[in-house]
């Protein structure tokens, strides 16, 4: 096991997910906006319109700028915030998809190169080979979404991975084809408000009323099917997945749904309305605020997709605490619960000095806290303020006696979406211990 990394007030998990949904604006952006772009560009020769460039020009700049500079940081911000909060999790993924990510960067390698080229080849090759040039970025860019939706969907649906550890099983699971459908169509809803907003700030009228109402039609086309798609995906979730945001198991998995759902609403209505019917009325401010909208609706489409995970990382495979929980015979590998329950937990953390790796009456609290940090703090915070604060949910419980409390973690993965503790009775009872004062100590 290697050290566990405890966020205050928002947990690790949350701090994932926040970078995650960020992503989402310059990644979908970055995919879904040279299909449109390359459309105008198309329109304006053939129809001998020159002044339709001047959207094109504007629209590829911010593509440049917003997309590899804070698509690319955020980006890295995943793998630096998945790398620290689940080490064990991440690299279950690089062993399985280490290839697919290999290929996924030639093609992102080959975006970021023709992004380049077509910028500054504006008018300076002939008008076929510059369309090409924006067909190949959009091809590739949507090459590296067919990638890393097979990664991203594996995680919750790994399919006859769980049999036979293979490369495809895993990648072509039962959410993927509903999964990429879904995004490929949604993010033309994005590219769609963000070409909105760029061509409310052009100065020839006609040209920011036409480009307003293709914006608008692109957007509502890719949000109505992107909405067809999701109940697809919807269709295909795992029973017990279903079961958290259907049957009621964790309400506020339905509360993000609805949230979700207003956000796309109020999204299309811009679309129509300010698009189709009065591109007139488009505003930078109104696309911005609209903007903001569809943030929060990411967010909370995000947090559900992957709040339907719990309690694995890989889904019937390793827990949200990073501890295998089932046999996989065809990688050799063998479920950690029952060997951690008779060895100990503490054994296996090898970065701890040797005399915190055994419970014993003078550093019960000190372990007990590192065992709750290991197995609690991805998903809870340690403080009563914060996300998911343990302190309070415990309380709300009525629960604060160490023996009661080491009770509660015996029984913890009789709750569906939480991962059973691991470790020995010694291990509980120090942790039960440690909760006992944290609960006292937070008053
Ligand atoms: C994989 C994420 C995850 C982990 C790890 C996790 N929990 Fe939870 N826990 C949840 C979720 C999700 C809820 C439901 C919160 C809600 O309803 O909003 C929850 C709820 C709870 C509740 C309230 C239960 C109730 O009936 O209302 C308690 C108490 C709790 N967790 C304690 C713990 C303790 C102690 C640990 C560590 C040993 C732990 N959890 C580990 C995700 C997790």
Redesign the pocket.
């Known amino acids: 096991m290697y050290p566990i990394w405890v966020v205050p007030y928002l947990t690790s998990g949350l701090v994932i997910g926040l970078i995650a949904s960020f992503h989402i604006l310059p990644s979908h952006l970055a995919v879904g906006a040279f299909w449109f772009n390359v459309y105008i560009e198309r329109k304006a020769y053939r129809e001998g319109r020159p002044e339709l460039l001047a959207f094109v020009k504007r629209y590829t700049l911010l593509i440049l700028i917003f997309c590899f500079v804070f698509g690319s940081l955020s980006g890295v911000g995943i793998w630096y915030a998945a790398t620290v909060s689940s080490p064990r999790g991440i690299s279950a993924l690089i062993h399985n998809y280490v290839w697919g990510w290999a290929t996924e960067w030639v093609f992102f390698l080959i975006e970021v190169a023709t992004i380049y080229v077509y910028y500054y080849t504006f008018g300076k090759v002939d008008e076929r080979t510059h369309l090409r040039i924006g067909y190949l970025y959009a091809v590739a860019a949507w090459i590296s979404m067919i990638i890393i939706t097979g990664i991203l969907a594996f995680m919750l649906t790994p399919g006859k991975w769980l049999e036979t550890g293979g490369f495809f099983d895993g990648f072509f699971n039962p959410t993927y084809w509903p999964q990429l459908a879904a995004r490929t169509a949604l993010m033309f809803g994005i590219a769609g408000l963000y070409a909105l907003a760029v061509a409310a700030t052009l100065e020839n009228d006609s040209v920011r009323r036409e480009t307003s109402r293709l914006a608008g039609l692109w957007g509502a086309v890719g949000l109505v099917f992107g909405a067809l798609f999701t109940l697809w995906y919807l269709k295909k979730l795992p029973p017990e997945a279903a079961d958290f945001l259907f049957g009621g198991t964790?309400p506020?998995l339905k509360k993000l749904l609805y949230v979700a759902g207003v956000a796309w609403a109020v999204v299309l209505l811009y679309f129509v309305v300010f698009g189709l019917l009065a591109p007139r009325a488009n505003t930078l401010v109104g696309s911005l605020l609209v903007l903001v909208v569809l943030f929060l609706g990411i967010l909370a489409g995000e947090g559900l997709r992957e709040g339907l995970r719990?309690?694995y990382i890989i889904a019937g495979f390793m827990y949200?605490?990073q501890v295998v929980g089932t046999d996989l015979p065809a990688k050799g590998i063998k479920s950690e619960v029952e060997i951690l329950n008779e060895k100990g937990y503490l054994s296996r953390l090898g970065y701890l000095p040797p005399e915190l790796r055994r419970v014993t009456d003078q550093n019960r609290l000190v372990v007990g806290r590192i065992l709750?940090a290991h197995?609690?703090a991805?998903?809870?915070a340690l403080s009563r303020k914060g996300w998911?604060s343990?302190p309070k949910?415990?309380e709300?419980?009525g629960m604060t006696d160490p023996e009661d409390l080491a009770g509660?973690?015996e029984g913890?993965d009789g709750?569906p979406?939480?991962?059973p503790?691991v470790g020995t009775e010694e291990e509980r009872l120090a942790?039960g211990a440690y909760?006992a004062t944290m609960i006292n100590q937070n008053p």
Request: net charge positive.
């Open positions: 964790l506020y719990r309690p949200g605490h709750v197995q609690c991805n998903c809870h998911r343990l949910l415990l709300g419980l509660f973690l913890l709750y979406y939480m991962p503790f942790a909760l």
